[in-house]
């Protein structure tokens, strides 16, 4: 049981975010504490600007002091300063036609390893979805890890293959199954002793894959059924999940577009790792890789020292940032 006295402060972490709740880990305890958070956060954030979603002035997994109040509800009263945070451009209001206006809608904070989940099929792998959600993370810094599920349903044996494609450059990948159970254990290796969050489109088993690595979660999971209705997506908010000490684990809603946020076109080529030792040695400093004379990526994909599936994710993405607007 929690020792507690009004006026005394505690440290914590954010859980869960629901409207004006903000459910809050006390350090060492299993049960999340129902927190405020007082209007002067509000209005240092208001003159900032450049965020207007309630959620980025406080977000999952930070780390914040909270005093109580009598009825043992808390008041959240410090939001520490993040070590890293992940993030994606905020979707575009329905039928919004403008350009250059999407802000920044941040996911979680201060996160130790970005799981990437692709399924082999239902719905089919797709490398330049995985390409973006990497984007993303390595302009977080995070610890990238790819995890290719469902290869229970991988009939042609294509797995493998995909997989190299980021072997090859250095990241880990996990193929998964929870109907083999293939990848579980190594998965869950992995998490333990870490802060975590699975990220991932709709349908390829981020749930189903925390359910296999700790079956007292019971996350609800997508059925065939649900996918037929409007509402596809199974998970509908994000929370953070306390395992173990130290342990968190982020199940994510699976998300329809993930434009990574902030990414200067000249910047794009270093979250792909592997353009690096080329990019280095192009003629002009500020080259996107795409049309400059003297570009070393450009011949290292004519030399097939860069996979040309990557570089063309690269041209795509590359064809799709805007100039995102920050007072
Ligand atoms: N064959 C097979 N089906 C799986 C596997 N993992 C998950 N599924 C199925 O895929 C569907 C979607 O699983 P979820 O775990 O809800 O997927 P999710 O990524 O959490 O989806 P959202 O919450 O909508 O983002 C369900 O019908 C699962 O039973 C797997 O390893 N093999
Ligand atoms: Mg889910
Ligand atoms: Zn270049």
Redesign the pocket.
């Known amino acids: 049981m929690l020792f507690y006295f009004k006026g005394g402060l505690i440290k914590g972490i954010v859980s869960r975010i629901e409207s004006k709740d903000y459910y809050v880990f006390p350090t060492g305890e299993d049960k999340p504490v129902r927190c405020s958070l007082p209007g002067k956060f509000k209005k240092e954030f208001q003159l900032k600007k450049d965020k207007l979603y309630r959620m980025d002035i406080v977000t999952l997994g930070d780390n914040v002091d909270f005093e109580f109040n009598e009825d043992g509800t808390g008041v959240i009263n410090k939001i520490e300063e993040r070590q890293n945070y992940i993030s994606r451009k905020a979707p575009k209001p329905k039928g919004s036609s403008y350009r250059g206006e999407r802000l920044e809608q941040i996911i979680a904070a201060n996160i130790d390893k970005l799981f990437i ?1 692709g ?1 082999t099929y ?1 719905p089919d792998f797709n490398n330049k979805v995985i390409d973006r959600f990497i984007v993303a993370g390595e302009s977080s810094h995070l610890n990238n890890i790819v995890i290719i ?5 991988d009939n042609e044996n294509l797995s493998e293959k995909w997989a190299s494609i980021y072997t090859e450059i250095g990241y880990k990948v996990i193929l ?5 159970g293939d990848g579980i254990e190594e998965l869950k290796n992995e998490v333990i002793g870490n802060k975590n969050i ?1 990220w ?13 690595m700790f079956p007292g979660l019971n ?6 059924s ?2 037929t209705d409007k509402g ?5 908010t994000s929370k953070m999940i306390k395992i173990a000490f130290n342990t968190y684990v982020i ?5 329809r577009e993930i434009d990574p946020f902030g990414i200067r076109k000249e910047d794009l080529g270093y979250y792909f790792i592997e353009f690096k030792p080329f990019a280095e040695k192009c003629r002009f400093s500020s080259c996107t890789h795409y049309h400059e004379p003297g570009c070393k990526v450009v011949k290292a994909v004519e030399n097939n020292e860069i996979s040309e599936l990557r570089y063309d994710s690269y041209l795509r993405i590359l064809k799709t940032i805007e100039e995102d607007i920050i007072y």
């Open positions: 989940v399924s239902k599920n469902k290869i229970d349903l998964s199954s929870k109907v083999s699975f991932g489109h709709s349908g390829v088993g981020k749930s189903s894959l925390l359910n296999s996350l609800e999971i997508g059925d065939i649900s996918f596809t997506h199974k998970t509908v199940d994510t809603p699976g998300v």
